[in-house]
């Protein structure tokens, strides 16, 4: 079966304009395991993109030879609200200006709904309970009745994705090596085979779930949340979700999203939905870490930020990680505050030198292996 190009209409919000999504499905709607891509929730978050604009030709061919055994979905830039965000000639793309939200929060926790359905329904039988919570969750969405365009985006983009086996959310950061962010529920096993595959050198996992629902949060905690209330239930974490940061927002090149196409590419051969050779495993660049392990950074003073460790360096507790320079300071050395590294372990995300830090700003994230104190309970999302 050929692949197929459609898109979906957004409703109107100011007279004489309107939106929509475009998205591609390859393979056969309906088959097993189905895939779901998506790149630029946060619209100037454009790595994704380029990843996909290389990966879809390789599908295209992949559908054409029959190799496709499952379904897989792609949404190049699955935000047209963010994308229109333009403003004194820079692209915004990462808050709605009209509720002021966040593009990647506040996605459907449809777990109460689905629950209320097929609570007493629920048996030993894992299969047949996969099928009944996808079933049932894709009624809940079929029922809403969205009031506007963002809505109605939450709404349809999950109709693609909240049956998928995986869910792949493209996003990128300021300036960072790439990572991912997922669940424990999928580790050990799949988050570390995804890691190795695309190349992570930090991969965090949320203990369970993500309490904040973004869209990767929402689609793979849907099955924890299940499992929790209804332990008697043979409830699976049926869907691997995770956001993959590729890097950061100016990483955008042939080369780079050729790489990261061949990555992902490899990665849904080796999860079976496309028929082919993986290859051996790549080994595993960073061990897999806890969220609340993630030491963050945050500025306590302003000025001219630098860094004096590179993104992806490996940190000891107590390293110098960056400095904030006041700029109206004439005294030197004595004009910069050095922020520290409080754990060892991967510094993977910050900002570009040079930018202006400010009180509350984050400056740094480091991936460490040991629980941090002041940690616990946080999800590491900072707006």
């Known amino acids: 079966m050929p692949h197929s190009k459609r898109s979906i209409t957004l409703p109107c919000m100011t007279p004489g304009t309107s939106r929509s999504v475009t998205y591609f499905r390859f393979g056969k709607v309906g088959a097993r395991p189905k895939a779901y891509l998506q790149a630029a929730i946060h619209a100037n978050e454009l790595p994704g993109a380029m990843a996909l604009h290389h990966l879809m030709p390789m599908l295209v061919e992949a559908d054409r030879k029959g190799l496709i055994q499952g379904e897989i979905v792609v949404v190049p830039t699955v935000n047209p609200i963010g994308l229109a965000q333009l403003a004194g000639n820079n692209h915004l793309g990462r808050y709605d200006f009209l509720g002021r939200e966040n593009f990647n929060r506040n996605w459907l926790d449809l777990s109460d709904a689905v629950a209320v359905q097929v609570g007493a329904k629920l ?3 894992a299969q047949d ?11 809940t969405l079929a029922d809403m009745k969205p009031q506007n365009e963002l809505q109605a985006l939450r709404v349809e983009i999950m109709k693609l994705s909240i049956d998928a086996d995986i869910v792949l959310d493209l996003h990128c950061d300021l300036d960072a ?3 991912l962010f997922l669940s424990k529920r999928d580790y050990p096993g799949p988050a570390e085979t995804l890691a190795a595959d695309l190349g992570a050198e930090a991969t965090l996992y949320n203990d369970p779930y993500p309490q904040t629902s973004t869209f990767s949060g929402v689609n793979g905690a849907l099955w924890a949340k299940l499992a929790d209330r209804f332990p008697s239930a043979a409830i699976p974490q049926a869907c691997l979700s995770a956001t993959v940061e590729l890097r950061s927002q100016h990483d955008v090149s ?7 196409a061949r990555n992902l590419y490899r ?11 993986a290859g051996k495993l790549p080994a595993l660049k960073a061990p897999v870490t806890p969220i609340p392990g993630m030491d963050v950074g945050y500025c306590t003073s302003t000025g001219i930020l630098v860094y004096l460790v590179e993104k992806g ?8 990680v960056c400095e904030v320079i006041d700029p109206a300071d004439a005294r030197g050395p004595k004009a910069r505050k050095r922020y520290l590294a409080k754990t060892d372990g991967v510094f993977f995300s910050g900002k570009q030198n040079g930018a202006l830090a400010w009180p509350g700003a984050v400056l740094f994230r480091i991936a460490g292996a040991k629980v941090l104190p002041h940690r616990k309970g946080m999800s590491g999302l900072d707006d």
């Not at 309970?129 to 009624?139: D, E, G, S």
Request: hydrophobic letters at 45%; charged letters at 25%.
């Open 254 to 260: 042939h080369a780079i999203g050729e790489s990261d």
């Open 267 to 277: 990665h849904l051969v080796r999860r079976g939905i496309i028929a082919g050779r």
């Open 177 to 179: 090596v790439l990572h």
């Open 313 to 320: 360096a490996h940190v000891r507790k107590g390293t110098a």
């Open 123 to 125: 048996g030993r039988d």
């Open 129 to 139: 309970n996969v099928a009944m919570i996808r079933k049932a969750a894709l009624a």
